[in-house]
């Protein structure tokens, strides 16, 4: 049997008297794209914010293949492969694109604890992802992220998790306020991330997008999963949303 990538066994989350998750259960295959729907509430921020090591769960255990992990912080979790790209991403407005790509893990050239911070591959590899994810237009690498558009932020950020060998990328909300040719780019990354070898987790309202580029759809309603293997081939937009909301098919 293959084991998992990614496997969640009854996570839960209390803040206070108020139950945001209640053994809840995900699992995520190698090359596999789940999508990870439910309504505003449900719980997903917060199950991928425990993944991602942001907040910590009240119980439940995490498994990277097979192996139990102990993830306390986003460190942690990055030290697993796991990247999180979240709807407000952690970006510095006052520095560069090209340094916001590598904020921590900047290039040097020139020896050992000499060395400088090699701009111009910074800049380089900055351009190229930027055009990867559809952002047509010139914009210097020495642009501040203060100066662009929330759309083109979203896009420096969904393109510094493609730049680095994540094995899952967790994308909470990431077509949120982008242009169509940028929301395009963002979708053509999620699909071509199985063909170079990532998992991915994409959570977003519009489940338009999420039917284009997932394998399998998960639906949390009120902190519970409620379907787990859902296949968008092989069910309907209404369908699916009735499971989210509990009506009719749900």
Aim: proline share 3%; with cysteine; aromatic share 4%.
């Amino acid at each position: 049997m293959t084991v998992a990538l990614v496997q969640m066994e009854n996570i839960s989350k209390s803040y206070g008297q108020v139950r945001a998750l209640e053994n809840v259960h995900l699992t995520v295959g190698e090359r596999e794209i789940v999508g990870l729907l439910g309504d505003n509430g449900a719980g997903k921020s917060t199950l991928i914010k425990i993944l991602s090591g942001a907040v910590p769960a009240s119980g439940g255990d995490i498994f990277i293949r097979g192996e139990k992990a102990d993830i306390k912080n986003t460190a942690d979790a990055i030290g697993y492969g796991i990247e999180t790209i979240y709807q407000d991403s952690a970006l510095v407005a006052e520095l560069s694109i090209a340094r916001n790509f590598f904020l921590g893990r900047e290039p040097l050239k020139g020896p050992g604890f000499l060395g400088r911070m090699d701009q111009d591959t910074m800049a380089n590899v900055a351009r190229t992802l930027l055009k990867q994810v559809g952002i047509e237009k010139d914009i210097p690498a020495t642009t501040p992220i203060g100066a662009l558009s929330g759309g083109e932020r979203q896009s420096v950020a969904i393109a510094r998790a493609m730049h680095f060998d994540s094995e899952l990328i967790i994308l909470d909300e990431p077509t949120n306020n982008l242009g169509v040719a940028e929301t395009q780019g963002v979708l053509r990354f999620v699909r071509n991330a199985r063909d170079s070898g990532h998992s991915c987790i994409f959570i977003a309202h519009n489940i338009h997008h999420v039917f284009q580029v997932v394998d399998r759809i998960v639906v949390l309603r009120q902190g519970r999963v409620v379907a787990d293997d859902i296949d968008p081939k092989e069910t309907t937009v209404a369908e699916v949303e009735q499971v989210i909301t509990g009506m009719g098919g749900g």
